[in-house]
């Protein structure tokens, strides 16, 4: 019998990531590019886009060494268990933040 395992597969990367790291990881399922340092975050978040409503912030850490920063809840959809984020790159970290592509992954996305 064959592997049918797909290698591309974004949620089979996050599962040996979180294996491998011992913890949980959030994937940036859509990326949109508004101008030179603004851009739109889709995040698969599930437990977060059941719990968010407007008004609500979100906190973002990119990795282990990076600062965690509050984020405003642009929308979000339960459903499919995405909360999306506007950001503009003007400090250290959302100048980090923007050089992450779709189907990259963060460390932490809490609400």
């Known amino acids: 019998m064959g592997d049918t395992t797909d290698a591309k597969d974004p949620f089979l990367l996050i599962f040996v990531t979180m294996f491998l790291s011992g913890g949980v990881v959030f994937l940036i399922s ?18 977060v886009a059941r719990a ?25 959809n339960a459903e499919a268990g995405t909360v999306t984020v506007v950001v503009q790159a003007v400090g250290k970290t959302t100048f980090e933040m923007l050089a992450l592509r779709e189907g990259d992954t963060i460390l932490d996305f809490i609400g």
């Open 30 to 47: 859509r990326r949109i590019q508004f101008g030179p340092t603004t851009f739109l975050w889709d995040v698969k978040a599930p437990d």
């Open 52 to 76: 968010a409503r407007p008004g609500h912030f979100v906190m973002a850490r990119i990795d282990e060494h990076g600062e965690r920063i509050p984020l405003t809840v642009a929308d979000f």
